[in-house]
């Protein structure tokens, strides 16, 4: 008898241990580094994609309430699965999607948004990598939501965006405007 | 190609995965008299095959065949051929492929050395080792598969983690699968041996062997990586308590407790349950790790994939195979429990199951560290990090007791020992000990936890088992293992209590005062490399003494785009000199740490003495 107590306990003690891990495996586990400034480099100056006309990434927060910045390429796996979330964020209007290519060739980057469409209402380029770097780029893709009234990052993502994400700025942005 | 050749082999693994359990099973069931020789060539073929998986990655690997998706994540043309190989096993899915090609190895080695044993326990050993091959098997084809194909081909791969560029850490994880494979077999032969009702003295003669090696590379493991933190993450310490380090002492701390446990299961024919649980929690606590590192359920330096599919795959097999471990322990608990002798309070045994208590209880202390901020983000949310504080101030006053029955011990008899016998040699040895670390602390100072006990009870085992080492018996490798325990306690406790760091900010020509020494910024270079850029910084160090220069290194790698920092270390067998500078803006000013830690080789080399005591058990010829 009591051997079987010892035992339910033994195996409930498990099963509980087990759920925990299982629930623990549904937290957000991406490692987000601590925000080194929360404003964005505004007097950041790069080349736009398709004229080749230095500018300066301040000027281009503004239109919108908020903006999103996006880090990528043409050569990068990952930013192939995120461009449908980018494109789907360019269709609700209340977001200004300015691309930064990193290290990427302009004919490739330009076959790249002409094949999969082009969420961007304007792409700078990032020969060098070092504009990202400017930006605390941890890796690419990335995307900083940045509220466009005090140009202050809301929320990094490092990683491709996916469906959590992908709602997670929607609901930000809708609870920022009220 | 040899892409195909490597997934194709996997899935003939799996094959004949299915039919090792099928054929066992059957054979186990029909009392056969002689291993079915069909089990043999199977099993051969199945090493073969995952063998020439691993190979053809390693092969993929070396020509950069970019079409290979795990190649194109990892490696980059301009990497050296020696880290394009460690590349293989540096990343998820090529380590799980060396934790298969550990498993099916060990299990063929264990069929050839265990001739001589019962069939049943032979066969049942194999079914249940191939239960935990086919779970990775799976896990590797469905979850992380190495061979997975990428078109268009690309022509440049995206690189390695240069921190992982380093010797240490290139031969560490294989070194520390070993050790944790080598748990999978204790553990399934344990159960094998509870359902055949031979948890005895024979068997404990036989798992002994196995226990050692996986204790030894285990150990090793450990000691490589932690190495590797100290000489490439620049944090100027040995051990920090992360959780992925935690996780590979957890499984340590319950081997070395097993370790001690077979002796007298062997010597004495008790403990038999504490041998089994222990076999199943050692091997529990490896995967635990794996699962703990591999989900991404933790955030550490080494989290690299973050797929939850894999975490909950993990898991579920993880509790399969503990569930079914509980089961069988069960349900064969009594079959195993016929000869209850006595055993007394001054013996040997005792001081050995004290000690098992004491192992049990660091484990817990780790265990609950690591997991426990885990357990509370998903029960309330919250959000907790336990440091370093936690563990030395839980484990630190409990080492007291726990070095006496070190020391005292081995030098009990078996079965029993005459108590008033404790001889005045000891004592003097005692009380010497403790007037030695009195004035150790008195005169320098020294404010710490139990600094007096700590440090009298470290000298006291080192004095008795220096005066053991010369007395002849035959348990050399015991005493030469704890002799390196002695070591080690007395260097971490002098390494933690007497290092000393500055920090500050320098740029080129500052010169600073510290203690009694003059740190001087000489000069910083820029050199150009094969796949990274390096600023080496040159700084004087000197005092009355003498003078050292050290040149610590900012690299930048390109490929991905990385800083990382080398130390600079000079060391001498009483302490090192530890430098290290970071690059903190463009105005010309650098971060420089300058530490002093005294005695930090013999860490690492009292770390290799207990290992040595180890490896000389193995090859010890029984008496």
Request: glycine share 6%.
């Amino acid at each position: 008898m009591i051997k079987n107590i010892k035992f339910i306990i033994i195996i409930l003690f498990s099963l509980f241990i087990f759920f925990i891990f299982l629930k623990g495996l549904e937290k957000p586990n991406n490692y987000l580094p601590e925000k080194t400034s929360s404003k964005i480099e505004t007097n950041l100056s790069a080349k736009k994609l398709y004229d080749q006309k230095e500018v300066l990434l301040g000027e281009l927060i503004n239109n919108n309430n908020f903006s999103i910045i996006n880090i990528w390429a043409s050569w990068c796996l990952p930013c192939r699965d995120e461009h449908v979330y980018l494109l789907n964020l360019k269709k609700t209007n209340s977001i200004n999607v300015i691309g930064i290519n990193y290290k990427d060739k302009k004919s490739n980057a330009v076959e790249f948004l002409k094949d999969f469409g082009n969420p961007y209402s304007e792409v700078l380029t990032d020969p060098d990598g070092t504009k990202s770097i400017e930006l605390g780029a941890f890796g690419i893709p990335e995307t900083y939501l940045v509220n466009n009234k005090n140009k202050e990052i809301i929320k990094k993502y490092i990683g491709p965006l996916n469906d959590v994400k992908f709602k997670e700025i929607l609901k930000i942005i809708k609870n920022e405007k009220n | 190609m040899a892409n195909q050749i490597g997934n194709y082999s996997l899935y003939i693994a799996l094959i004949a995965s299915i039919f090792l359990i099928f054929q066992s099973s059957n054979s186990i069931r029909s009392k056969s008299k002689n291993l079915d020789s069909k089990i043999f060539s199977a099993l051969s073929v199945q090493s073969l095959m995952v063998f020439i998986s691993f190979f053809s990655l390693i092969y993929a690997f070396i020509i950069s065949d970019f079409s290979n998706e795990t190649v194109y994540n990892n490696s980059h043309t301009t990497k050296p051929l020696f880290y394009k190989i460690s590349g293989s096993w540096g990343n998820h899915e090529g380590s799980l492929l060396l934790w298969l090609l550990v498993l099916t190895i060990f299990l063929f080695i264990f069929l050839i050395n265990s001739k001589k044993l019962l069939i049943k326990y032979r066969l049942l050993t194999v079914l249940f080792q191939e239960l935990i091959i086919i779970g990775f098997l799976l896990f590797i084809l469905f979850t992380s598969n190495p061979f997975l194909n990428l078109f268009p081909i690309p022509k440049e791969g995206m690189g390695l983690n240069p921190i992982l560029q380093d010797p240490a850490l290139a031969i560490h994880p294989p070194i520390l699968y070993l050790g944790y494979v080598g748990t999978s077999i204790i553990f399934s032969s344990s159960l094998a041996a509870l359902v055949c009702g031979m948890v005895n003295k024979i068997w404990a003669k036989h798992i002994k062997k196995w226990i050692i090696i996986s204790w030894i590379f285990l150990t090793i493991g450990i000691l490589l990586g932690s190495i590797w933190a100290y000489y490439e993450l620049g944090w100027g310490g040995f051990w920090f308590w992360d959780p992925v380090e935690n996780v590979s002492l957890m499984p340590w701390f319950c081997l070395t407790a097993l370790l001690h446990t077979i002796i007298v299961l062997e010597k004495r024919n008790i403990y038999q349950s504490w041998t089994i649980i222990l076999s199943i929690a050692t091997f529990s606590l490896s995967m635990g790790g794996t699962f703990l590192v591999r989900s991404g359920i933790l955030n550490s330096i080494h989290t690299f994939a973050n797929d939850p599919s894999r975490g909950i795959f993990i898991l579920c097999f993880l509790f399969a195979l503990v569930l079914l471990a509980i089961f069988i322990f069960f349900i064969y608990q009594k079959k195993n429990l016929k000869n209850i002798s006595k055993s007394f309070l001054a013996s040997k045994e005792t001081a050995i199951l004290i000690n098992n208590w004491f192992m049990m209880f660091f484990l817990s202390v780790v265990l609950i560290g690591t997991v426990y901020p885990i357990f509370l983000e998903v029960i309330n949310g919250s959000k907790i990090s336990i440091g370093p504080p936690f563990y030395q101030k839980l484990i630190a006053p409990f080492l007291i007791p726990f070095l006496l029955f070190m020391a005292v011990g081995p030098n009990l008899k078996w079965i029993k020992d005459n108590l008033s016998k404790i001889n005045f040699n000891q004592l003097i040895l005692f009380v010497l000990s403790i007037i030695i670390s009195y004035l150790l602390v008195k005169l320098y100072g020294v404010n710490y936890l139990f600094a007096v006990p700590l440090f009298g009870l470290g000298f006291f085992l080192f004095f008795l088992t220096v005066r053991d080492l010369s007395s002849k018996d035959s348990t050399l490798s015991q005493k030469i293992s704890h002799f390196g325990f002695s070591l080690f306690i007395l260097s971490i406790l002098f390494n933690g209590i007497f290092a000393k760091e500055f920090t500050s900010n320098m740029k080129v020509g500052d010169e600073r005062e510290f203690m009694n020494k003059t740190i001087k910024f000489e000069n910083l270079k820029i050199i150009e490399k094969n796949n990274y850029k390096s600023l080496v910084a040159n700084f004087n160090v000197s005092d009355n003494k003498g003078s050292i220069n050290l040149s610590p290194e900012v690299r930048i790698y390109n490929q991905p785009k990385t800083l990382t920092s080398e130390a600079d270390i000079n060391s001498t067998i009483y302490s090192d000199n530890f430098l290290v500078f970071n690059v903190i803006k463009d105005d010309g000013y650098y971060n420089v740490r300058y530490q002093h830690k005294p005695l930090m080789l013999w860490i690492w080399f009292s770390i290799i003495l207990i290992s040595a005591g180890g490896i000389l058990g193995y090859f010890k010829k029984d008496d």
